[in-house]
């Protein structure tokens, strides 16, 4: 699932490309039963609404909340995309082929787009410059709705969201609180927890951790105050690197011009089962367990839970 580092690479390349464009038309595929009389595209009555009301606005901005991309469009409605497990925007030409009726859309340019795991077009939005927006999707999980720009913080898709831990507000001390709220949750569940702090999810869980020197099982109540510290730099540090290496690609998740980012070709924990622990001064093996119901990788020497 792409996570804030994945999610602000979009938003970052949303801003470039699409502020400014009108939208002339509007198109999805999705249509469950299962989503019948939601307030997301999924239903098609739902999505009817929905496209008359977006049809001839422009975008004035887009931003992130949590795992969710803002796009803000005049007279204030923001659509509201959660990529969930497999979504990713994507911008550029493409061209409609009526006779493939499964996956109608063609990316034509940049080339990027053309990647396989680019192919899965569920929505899909036309701009007054001749280019789209395409939400490239294969497990149709992804989430697309409407709220009003008013109601960023008070709508049912985005309450409940914990801060933001790369905002400036975000300390040390506000971390420890919040961290804190969940003393009896094992540590890496509780960091993936969104009602606590937003954004982080498995890789980069496991990646803070590693920096850290955590156990993943380790009850929040038995982390030292040592060890928060080094924790919180740690998710800094590591999300802050996300965004700068374009987001992780280990899975389906590429850029808006259809590109991997390369955070994963420098995981020290995530996916790297049965490796030698590269930490300096450490002769550890990276191991994977499950834990609530996700893959999860530690070093089995530096990460070594408590004996409290």
């Known amino acids: 699932m792409p996570e804030l580092p994945e999610v602000q ?19 999805s595929n999705y249509n469950s039963p299962y989503f019948k009389g939601s307030d997301t595209i999924k239903d098609r009555a739902y999505f009817s609404q929905f496209k008359k009301t977006i049809l001839g606005k422009k975008v004035i901005s887009v931003h992130r909340r949590a795992k969710n ?20 925007l994507l911008y550029g030409t493409y061209r409609f082929n009526t006779s493939n009726t499964k996956d ?11 990647d396989p795991f680019n192919a899965y077009i569920r929505f899909m939005l036309s701009f007054s410059n001749k280019k789209n927006l395409a939400l490239s999707d294969v497990r149709k999980f992804a989430k697309v709705t409407l709220i009003p720009s008013h109601e960023k913080t008070t709508s049912l898709h985005l309450e409940r969201i914990g801060p933001e831990p790369l905002e400036d507000t975000f300390t040390q001390k506000v971390f420890e609180e919040r961290i804190l709220l969940r003393p009896h949750g094992k540590i890496k569940q509780v960091l993936m927890d969104q009602s606590i702090i937003a954004g982080i999810g498995n890789i980069y869980a496991d990646e803070s951790l590693w920096r850290a020197g955590i156990h993943p099982q380790e009850p929040v109540e038995n982390v030292t105050t040592k060890q928060l510290t080094d924790l919180f730099k740690a998710i800094k ?40 622990c ?31």
Request: aromatic share 6%; glycine share 14%.
């Open 104 to 114: 109608p859309w063609e990316a034509i340019e940049p080339e990027a787009l053309k």
């Open 9 to 27: 690479t979009t938003v970052n390349g949303l801003q470039e490309h699409i502020v400014g464009l009108t939208i002339v038309d509007v198109w």
């Open 237 to 276: 540090q590591t999300l802050a690197k996300g965004i700068d290496f374009g987001g992780d690609s280990t899975s389906d998740y590429r850029n808006v011009l259809g590109e991997k980012g390369s955070f994963h070709e420098g995981h020290h924990a995530y996916q790297r089962t049965g490796t030698p």
């Open 278 to 308: 590269d930490k300096k001064g450490c002769n550890g093996t990276i191991v994977r367990i499950v834990l609530g119901g996700r893959g999860t990788h530690f070093c089995d020497t530096h990460q070594k839970l408590s004996k409290v």
């Open 69 to 88: 991309i803002l796009i803000n469009l005049e007279h204030g409605d923001t659509i509201l995309v959660h990529m969930k497990m497999t979504g990713h």
